[in-house]
Every structure is written in C-alpha cells, then in structure tokens.
C-alpha cells in the first residue's frame, strides 16, 4: 500500500463538531419533542468559523477534505443516533447507529489505524 501523509486531528474535530452541532440545531428547530437551546446554534456557528480559519490558512490536500467529510457525517449520524435514543417516538436508531460504525472504520482504514501503521 502506498505511503499516506499525516492527516491533522484538528480539521476532523472541527468537522465532527459541526456536524452534532448542525444536526442539534435543526433538531432543536424542526423537532417538537426536543427542548429548545441557543447553545447548539452559537457552537454551531463558533465550529465552523474555526473550521473556516483553518481551512484558509492550510492547504487541505491528499486524504484530508475526503477526512473531513466522513467526520462530518460521523457527527451527523451520532448525534441521530443518541436523538433517537433519548426521544423513542423519533424512530428506530439501527441505521445511523450502523452509518456511524461504518464511517468510523472508513475513516480510521484512511488515518491508517486498523491496518497496523502508526501515526
């Protein structure tokens, strides 16, 4: 397998947490059952201002906007998954409880982790 370059942590935090922040928003707007809170909105906004900043100061090349945006939905499907856990009448939690699985282990195959390479 070829030779991956060394993917930043910071970009992938900052994507997953726009992703639960942006699904927790549009929950806490469209939802009835889920009480209402500014606290999604403002760390919403504060996400991705610092994503924002670090995409313009770094290039994102190789492996790492595909990174990020499994990140994202990872935060995306997580954070529908514990919705549904907390809210039973949402529905059922099996498929963005399995997206998330699914992400997680394609995004740790691309940083290198399940097939043995250290960071």
């Not at 990872?74 to 039973?88: D, E, K, M, N, T």
Request: net charge positive; glycine share 6%; aromatic share 10%.
């Amino acid at each position: 397998m070829s030779e991956t370059s060394l993917i930043p942590r910071t970009p992938l935090i900052l994507a997953l947490l726009v992703g639960l922040c942006g699904h927790a928003s549009v929950a806490v707007l469209t939802y009835s059952g889920v009480p209402f809170s500014l606290f999604p909105i403002i760390a919403l906004v504060l996400a991705a201002k610092q994503l924002y900043r670090h995409y313009a100061s770094e290039p994102m090349t190789g492996d790492i906007p595909a990174c990020t945006v499994i990140s994202f939905f990872i935060g995306v499907f997580a954070h529908s998954a514990f919705l549904r856990v907390q809210y039973p009448e949402m529905g059922s939690n099996f498929i963005p409880l399995i997206l998330t699985l699914l992400l997680a282990a394609w995004l740790s195959i691309k940083l290198g982790r399940m097939i043995g390479r250290q960071p």
